[in-house]
């Protein structure tokens, strides 16, 4: 079986914090806990330097964050889903990131393609 176990209910939380408006997290990065189960790693309000200081050469990773373009008229938020394959990472891992994509769309569903 090559699913990936994401019932981490803090994966699904941070999400919803992320599109939530009103709440000042705009990022989430989900790791690999073992080799079948993705888990919450990090979240923060920090921007996208916070977020990038969470990906490390050793780890292959899952983030999603908000980024917030404003013009004179307007303020628009886009949602980016990022798949992070560090250099460092074992083969076995990275092996799995493009299958486990499929199941982690299941619970971080909405981004710009």
Request: proline share 2%; aromatic share 10%; hydrophobic share 35%.
């Amino acid at each position: 079986n090559t699913m990936a176990d994401v019932t981490d209910p803090n994966i699904a939380e941070a999400y919803k914090a992320v599109r939530n408006d009103a709440d000042e997290t705009n990022w989430l990065v989900v790791g690999y806990e073992t080799n079948k189960k993705l888990v919450l790693q990090a979240k923060g309000s920090g921007g996208m330097d916070e977020l990038v200081s969470n990906l490390k050469e050793d780890s292959c990773n899952f983030a999603y964050t908000k980024v917030v373009s404003q013009d004179e008229e307007t303020t628009r938020a886009k949602f980016v889903f990022i798949t992070w394959i560090g250099e460092n990472a074992t083969d076995m891992t990275k092996g799995n990131m493009s299958v486990h994509f499929a199941n982690i769309k299941y619970v971080i569903r909405d981004y710009t393609p």
